[in-house]
T-cell receptor
């Protein structure tokens, strides 16, 4: 069935290292992808997005890479800091088929990133 | 500052009770969503709405219903709460524009059904 999933449920890195969080998706019709960060006790917060007509997008310390050939998405965090410790979710957007611009967001299961000082 | 507000952070209800979870957004967004979040399962979509009085089933609608009488408010209803509905419930809203789908989330409501 259609799904958005993650390769690794947990990731532990040293402060200052780069982090890479991976995500696989199975619906080739999805054309917009988002990474969210969820800190303990809070709702998910938007980090960065990418459209399917792109293969790379950069933000502040974060980069998202999209490989449509293998349906793979990754989030790279440069110089990881303790404040980056959180659960990271990838999400895909696809149309509901009910017309217009209606769509729904489907989330992966999340990766817990722990940054060690 | 954009805001999605869920009426309760924590709720404890008894099995069989009717439960209302309320969500209000102040961004004039057309789209609103209800998810539940469980360990190891991530966020799963229960219902969503793309207009007032409109709703669509998500991936796990069984045991739930929703109400969207006003644009800013989206309610999730558990008609008869059961223990397997103990979970974290997250509300979100977003713009309806295709490809501009950033969703803003509330803080979540942790519901315990005993």
């Amino acid at each position: 069935g259609e799904s958005v999933g993650l390769h690794l449920p947990t990731l532990s890195v040293q402060e200052g290292d780069n982090s890479i969080i991976n995500c696989a998706y199975s619906n080739s019709a999805s054309d917009y992808f988002i990474w969210y960060k969820q800190e303990s006790g809070k709702g998910p917060q938007f980090i960065i997005d990418i459209r399917s007509n792109m293969d790379k997008r950069q933000g502040q310390r974060v980069t998202v890479l999209l490989n449509k050939t293998v349906k793979h998405l990754s989030l790279q965090i440069a110089a990881t800091q303790p404040g980056d410790s959180a659960v990271y979710f990838c999400a895909e957007t696809r149309s509901t088929g009910s017309g217009g611009s209606n769509y729904k967001l489907t989330f992966g299961k999340g990766t817990l990133l722990t940054v060690n000082p | 500052d954009v805001k999605v507000t869920q009426s309760s952070r924590y709720l404890v209800k008894r099995t069989g009770e009717k439960v209302f979870l309320e969500c209000v957004q102040d961004m004039d967004h057309e789209n609103m969503f209800w998810y539940r979040q469980d360990p190891g399962l991530g966020l799963r979509l229960i219902y969503f709405s793309y207009d007032v009085k409109m709703k669509e089933k998500g991936d796990i609608p069984e045991g739930y219903s929703v109400s969207r009488e006003k644009k800013e408010r989206f309610s999730l209803i558990l008609e008869s709460a059961s223990t397997n509905q103990t979970s974290m419930y997250l509300c979100a809203s977003s713009s309806p524009l295709w490809g501009d789908a950033e969703a803003f989330f509330g803080q979540g409501t942790r519901l315990t059904v005993v």
